[in-house]
């Protein structure tokens, strides 16, 4: 039991609640680091999924793959502007609740990422 557990425990919090109100929120930013980080590696490795992929799947990297043999047609311009939009959707939205929890919270400052950076380093 560490001395955040310990507090909500002395203020009669359940562990349900402990987790979601002040373990999971400074979990937040690590967890959607780790799914950005597994999301552009996933398309990144070619190789790994040419040797595991099915003889009756097509995984998006190797359509892309496959496409760019062909020549560049829109589906393949359209399937790498998905990928774009849907990395930049979730980067600016996760920024958004950033701000809008520092908002809420009162803290002045920079905000984001590189407000947690320095807040963390003590700068």
């Known amino acids: 039991m560490n001395g955040i557990d310990a ?12 987790f979601w109100q002040i373990t999971f929120p400074q979990l937040l930013p690590a967890i959607v680091a ?10 990144d490795d070619y190789i790994i999924t040419s040797f595991v992929h099915g003889t009756n799947q097509t995984t998006i990297p190797l359509y892309v793959f496959g496409a760019l043999r062909k020549g560049v047609n829109p589906s393949t311009n ?5 990928m774009l939009f849907v990395t930049l959707a979730i980067l600016l939205g996760g920024q958004y ?15 984001g990422v590189a407000g947690m950076i320095v807040e963390q380093q003590g700068g």
């Open 34 to 43: 780790g799914f950005l980080l597994s999301f552009t590696f996933a398309f």
């Open 78 to 82: 359209a399937v790498a502007a998905l």
């Open 7 to 18: 507090v909500a425990f002395d203020l009669y919090g359940t562990p349900w609640r402990t």
């Open 97 to 111: 609740l950033l701000s809008r929890q520092a908002r809420r919270a009162g803290t002045a400052g920079p905000s």
